[in-house]
């Protein structure tokens, strides 16, 4: 119990951060004209901000079903790569079904303060460090759609920007510090805006756009920036 009670305190730094986040969430699905309670129920299986934010301008722009899971999938890839190195850290006597547990809440701020730990993370550390955070954001969520309808009308339609800023948030920081982001974040636009308007790619969809604008980005960045793999070393 102590060990679940101390994660759930390291947790709630990260529960209060996520709460406007989600708050915002609400709102925006609640504004666009989506059924009340489908956002909480997105955050509650969910727990992706920007990939929740695009999942849902991609129902609006009304893509199919493998536009969305494909966009999701790229966007979401990169807990593929916290989860395997955050599995190093944890007890190895975890069983199966906590792991995937666990797994469930990795997030990119869970990612980073767990990493940072100076011991092994137990599950019962694991669950309260997930638990409070996961509160966090579907109560968010939960009070932005609910509250929407006691807003007025002139706020509730200004939410509809909360999308783009949502995106704005996450990529002007990260473009600022590195050249190599801000490339990739023109190239993608620029390429974003040529399948818009020039009239031989009106045969795709926005989803399909968009995923192929997200792949010619990254392929560049990753052609262009290459991570050098650091050389160890190793006296004989």
């Known amino acids: 119990m102590d060990e679940f009670i101390n994660g759930c305190k390291k947790g709630l730094p990260i ?22 309670g489908l956002a909480t ?22 893509a199919n079903y493998i536009e969305i899971a494909t966009t999701l999938l790229l966007i979401n890839a990169r807990y593929f790569l916290m989860s395997l190195s955050l599995s190093q850290k944890i007890e190895q006597k975890m069983k199966t079904w906590q792991r995937l547990i666990v797994s469930f809440g990795i997030t990119d ?12 993370l137990s599950f019962h550390f694991m669950s309260g460090f997930i638990l409070v955070p996961i509160i966090g954001w579907v109560s968010g969520t939960l009070v ?17 920007i909360a999308l783009y800023g949502m995106f704005l948030a996450i990529i002007i920081p ?5 050249l190599p982001i801000l490339e990739v974040v023109i190239l993608s636009a620029v390429i974003s805006i040529l399948f818009f308007y020039i009239p031989v790619f009106a045969f795709l969809s926005s989803g399909a ?24 070393n190793v006296n004989n």
Request: no cysteine.
């Open 15 to 36: 529960a209060l951060g996520y709460f406007p986040v989600s708050f915002s969430f609400g709102v925006l699905v609640i504004s666009s004209g989506m059924p009340l």
């Open 41 to 62: 129920l997105i955050s509650l299986t969910n727990l992706t901000s920007s990939g929740q934010f695009a999942g849902v301008s991609l129902m609006l722009a009304q």
């Open 109 to 120: 701020e869970i990612f980073s303060l767990a990493s940072i730990q100076d011991r092994s």
């Open 144 to 160: 932005g759609e609910t509250l929407m309808n006691f807003l007025p009308v002139t706020l509730q339609n200004a939410m509809g």
């Open 174 to 178: 990260a473009a600022k510090k590195s």
């Open 209 to 232: 756009k968009l995923i192929l604008a997200t792949i010619l980005g990254a392929v560049y960045g990753a052609w262009k920036y290459p991570v050098k793999d650091k050389l160890l």
